[in-house]
Structure formats: structure tokens, C-alpha cells
């Protein structure tokens, strides 16, 4: 029971580091993106 428990503890947090991590590298993209976007509006000012 405990080797169960202690697999699906690791897994929980592996599949919860794995979202949060593609969730801060979508939002540094996504801030990227808008800096891009800005750069561009700022050429056509």
C-alpha cells in the first residue's frame, strides 16, 4: 500500500511541476509576443 501511495504521490507532482512549468514558459511567451506586437505598432506610429 505504502509503494502505491508513494508512486502516485510522484506522479501527482511530476503532472503538477509538468503544468505549472508549461504555464509560466506560455505566459514568458505570451509577453514576448506582446513586446513584439508593440515594437511593430511603434513603426507604423
Not at 9 to 24: D, E, H, N, Q, Y
Request: net charge positive; hydrophobic share 45%; glycine share 4%.
Amino acid at each position: 500500500m505504502t509503494t502505491l501511495t508513494l508512486i502516485l504521490a510522484s506522479c501527482l507532482v511530476a503532472v503538477l511541476g509538468i503544468t505549472s512549468f508549461k504555464v509560466k514558459a506560455a505566459r514568458m511567451e505570451e509577453k514576448r509576443l506582446r513586446k513584439i506586437r508593440i515594437r511593430i505598432d511603434d513603426r507604423r506610429g
